[in-house]
């Protein structure tokens, strides 16, 4: 595993649209691997492949409950809005946060490291974490979507 740079905005390569996985190699397992330590290594909750300028779907994401890797993931589900009760961040994004409107609940359907496909339900953080992943891999930043973006400290955690 190795840790990787992760690309900061505005770096062109994050406006990219990302392309479908294909093949569930080693090459793959690398990539997953290496996302999750930049991941822990930079106190984010969640990672994008093209954050560490990857242009593949792939996504990592750690809300305290354990490791979830979701490749080809896409949102087949969603309920209710949640808005102002986790500010929004990005380790792209390094000093901002916004208030970023997003489904409270959404059920993802993916593919695991090995190509099995699965489907799974996230609420709260969780929820906001799969969105805000998702959005990378179309292009999309937090601070394109959010109602108000604002300055923190610069050591807080991203996603
Ligand atoms: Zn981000």
Same mark, same amino acid.
């Given at each position: 595993? %190795?840790?990787? !740079? /992760? ?14 996985? !294909?093949?569930? =190699?080693? =090459? ?7 996302? %999750?330590? !930049?991941? $822990? ?10 954050? /560490? *300028? /990857?242009?593949? #779907?792939? /996504?990592?994401?750690? +809300? @305290? ?12 589900? $969603?309920? @209710?809005?949640?808005?102002?009760? $986790?500010?929004? *961040? +990005? ?17 993802? #359907?993916?593919?695991?490291?090995? @190509?099995?496909?699965?489907?799974? &339900?996230? &609420?709260?953080?969780?929820?906001? +974490? %799969? ?7 179309? @292009? ?17 955690? *991203? &996603?």
């Amino acid at each position: 595993m %190795a840790i990787r !740079t /992760i690309v900061k905005h505005p770096d062109p390569i994050l406006r990219e649209k990302s392309k479908e996985v !294909t093949k569930f =190699n080693a =090459n793959l397992h690398k990539l997953l691997d290496d996302m %999750a330590e !930049t991941m $822990y290594e930079n106190d984010g909750v969640g990672l994008a492949a093209p954050q /560490i *300028g /990857i242009l593949k #779907r792939a /996504i990592v994401m750690d +809300c @305290g409950d354990g490791l979830i890797e979701v490749v080809n993931p896409e949102i087949v589900e $969603y309920k @209710g809005e949640q808005q102002n009760n $986790y500010p929004e *961040g +990005c380790l792209s994004i390094p000093g901002l946060r916004g208030d970023v409107r997003r489904h409270k609940w959404v059920k993802l #359907r993916g593919q695991d490291r090995n @190509g099995n496909p699965f489907e799974m &339900e996230a &609420e709260d953080l969780l929820a906001r +974490c %799969a969105q805000h992943e998702i959005d990378h891999l179309n @292009g999309v930043l937090f601070i394109d979507i959010a109602d108000r973006v604002y300055p923190i400290s610069k050591d807080e955690e *991203g &996603e």
